[in-house]
């Protein structure tokens, strides 16, 4: 019967792509159909309701739109296409394919935006995921359930960062959510993807810059609810990949702007942090079935931590990637949930190569100091400077790509490079075990 009343309601007010009509019985989030004069039809999402008033973002925007236009409302919230058949198909932000692939429209549907899983259900993080990325393998081991930001800036190769991880991560299926890509970004994952042999096992959720806000406000919501139905009904270890999380904020900015919402800190919304927290909180090890891993790049305004979307990220989150210069900051990065896996599911040797190489290279750091201030450098210093540039060159290198085991000779194989046994104030038992026999720094 609501369904019949509200079938044809003329709008009252269009603002941007924001439409206001006067309605009974629509619920937050649902969708409708807006029905143009000229027999053109939109999907809207109800984004606000103010007593009978509803506002309502249209996909397709408000040009062309006009205040004779009809509105049918669906009855359901926004829904996405579930089954075996989306692996290796790339989606819009509405839902619909953006390829050329077969038709799924027959396929079942799933709603999106659902809550977070009830916390009896959540196991305790214990498995490390392996990415063959030394400073994320080594330093900041990548846990399986993590939800943890890549921090960057405009211009640096983060995007690059997050596909290494993506196709070289020991993942059983990849779900990606692009949020206002330029053409280029989005062809450089698609690429990369198919190019590395892991296409199959990845579906995309695509918003380009030149597609509708609101789509892209949907991407995180779609990508969560395929990644946690595959995760629980599929018994899969997902691996959820995001870029950019700071051009989703953005999004929700520019409709609460339309909708004359009073704006918080630099014109944000003033629930950034529970939007955030709704869709990280996604991040879940299941009881009894798979998991899902998230992992986002949330770029930095001017190199401004203190920034609202990477600074309300930073509490909800377990640590961060830190990106700079074209390359992880081990200084900068973070992952508090490492210490769940180093030494229980990794080598024995893993903990003290990894406090001993960061301890060097701080060491290394404060000798460039001293040299780029012309002081004078003691021998050990000159140590330090060879062992601080093959560590940038080995291991710093977003590029630099090598299993764990590997990563972790190598680490061996530079100390034996730069330093005595003695000088490295590691437990002899491993000293004994690992340090390459045949080789010392005087060599």
Not at 417 to 424: R, T
Request: glycine share 8%; with cysteine.
């Amino acid at each position: 019967m609501i369904q019949d009343l509200i079938r044809h309601t003329r709008v009252l007010e269009i603002v941007g792509d924001t439409i206001r009509v006067k309605a009974e019985g629509a619920a937050l989030g649902e969708l409708a159909i807006v029905e143009n004069v000229d027999g053109e039809s939109s999907l809207a999402k109800v984004v606000s309701i103010d007593h009978s008033i509803v506002s309502l973002q249209v996909f397709a925007g408000g040009k062309g739109l006009s205040t004779d236009a009809g509105v049918r409302f669906l009855g359901h919230q926004q829904q996405v296409t579930y089954s075996w058949n989306i692996l290796g198909r790339i989606f819009r932000g509405s839902g619909e394919p953006l390829d050329d692939g077969p038709d799924i429209s027959t396929e079942p549907q799933i709603e999106v935006g659902g809550p977070t899983v009830n916390p009896t259900m959540r196991v305790l993080p214990q498995k490390m995921i392996q990415t063959d990325v030394p400073m994320v393998d080594l330093f900041n081991c990548l846990v399986e359930s993590q939800k943890i930001p890549i921090f960057s800036v405009a211009g640096e190769p983060y995007n690059d960062l997050l596909a290494r991880i993506g196709f070289q991560a020991d993942a059983d299926i990849l779900v990606f959510g692009g949020l206002g890509l330029i053409f280029d970004d989005y062809h450089f994952f698609r690429t990369q993807f198919e190019e590395h042999g892991v296409f199959h096992k990845t579906v995309m959720f695509v918003n380009l810059a030149s597609d509708p806000i609101v789509e892209r406000l949907s991407v995180p919501d779609m990508v969560l609810a395929v990644a946690e139905k595959f995760a629980v009904e599929e018994n899969k270890r997902v691996l959820v990949l995001m870029t950019d999380m700071t051009a989703y904020a953005d999004a929700m900015k520019e409709v609460a702007v339309a909708m004359e919402r009073i704006p918080a800190t630099r014109g944000y919304t003033g629930d950034l942090y529970t939007q955030l927290a709704k869709r990280y909180e996604k991040a879940c090890d299941f009881k009894g079935a798979g998991s899902v891993t998230i992992l986002t790049v949330t770029t930095m305004p001017g190199n401004d931590v203190t920034h609202p979307v990477p600074d309300n990220t930073g509490y909800i989150t377990e640590g961060q990637f830190y990106l700079h210069d074209g390359v992880i900051d081990p200084f900068g990065s973070l992952s508090r949930l490492k210490q769940r896996v180093i030494g229980k599911v990794t080598r024995e040797d893993h903990s003290q190569i990894m406090n001993t190489m960061i301890r060097f290279y701080a060491g290394a750091t404060e000798a460039e100091r001293k040299q780029a201030m012309a002081f004078e450098l003691s021998p050990f210093d000159e140590k330090l400077l060879k062992f601080g540039g093959l560590f940038r060159e080995r291991f710093m290198n977003i590029r630099a790509s090598m299993p764990f085991n590997a990563a972790l000779d190598a680490c061996w194989q530079t100390l034996a490079e730069c330093f005595e046994p003695q000088e490295l104030l590691m437990k002899q038992h491993l000293v004994d075990k690992y340090f390459p026999k045949q080789q010392t720094a005087a060599a």
